[in-house]
């Protein structure tokens, strides 16, 4: 516990893989880790949207979304990117974020993108929210954490964001889970 008043260390914030990172996002190109490890994220500092923008272009088989909200474009365009290179992307996302607030038409015009780009987008009403901020890469790694993926998650709100690589327990458990949401969906063109 740190006593009111008292000076904190400066936050280090630099990860072990960040010049991977930067490298990955200049590029477009990453290689995921063969071994089991965990990378982790905080933003605004480290900019946490790198690790999950990382993620996606690591992927080559499939990428599963589960999202609270699906606003930032980068974000956007690399899963609508890896849809036409032939991964198989879904994403289930909340339908009362996406959909039902959507007052200005902005979140459904990036969804309805990615649909044209060929990536399964439904949306889930059930719960009185889906909260979920996952994305399982190739059935092998689990992003996850608080970051939505949104401008603000990625530059205005303190989130973190963790990949767990090859943790194969860990997708089963969070491709389980995202199957059961994909259950509940309704496709995005039903979904108006």
Not at 168 to 191: D, K, N, V
Request: contains cysteine; aromatic residues 8%.
């Amino acid at each position: 516990m740190v006593a009111a008043g008292a000076a904190l260390p400066p936050a280090v914030h630099a990860s072990p893989w960040s010049a991977q990172l930067e490298a990955a996002v200049t590029t477009h190109m990453a290689v995921a880790p063969t071994e089991r490890v965990n990378w982790y994220a905080f933003s605004p500092e480290d900019n946490g949207m790198d690790l999950v923008m990382y993620g996606v272009n690591s992927a080559r088989k499939s990428i599963h979304v589960l999202a609270y909200v699906m606003t930032y474009r980068p974000l956007i365009e690399a899963l609508a990117s890896k849809a036409r290179a032939g991964v198989q992307v879904a994403i289930a996302v909340d339908y009362g974020e996406s959909i039902a607030n959507d007052r200005g038409g902005y979140i459904h015009r990036g969804l309805d993108y990615l649909a044209r780009a060929g990536v399964y987008v439904c949306t889930v009403d059930r719960f009185k929210l889906m909260h979920d901020k996952t994305i399982i890469l190739d059935g092998r790694s689990v992003q996850t954490g608080s970051i939505n993926y949104s401008a603000a998650g990625a530059r205005a709100n303190s989130e973190n964001a963790v990949i767990e690589w090859n943790d194969l327990q860990s997708a089963e458990a969070f491709e389980r889970h995202f199957q059961s949401r994909l259950g509940q969906c309704r496709p995005l063109a039903q979904s108006q």
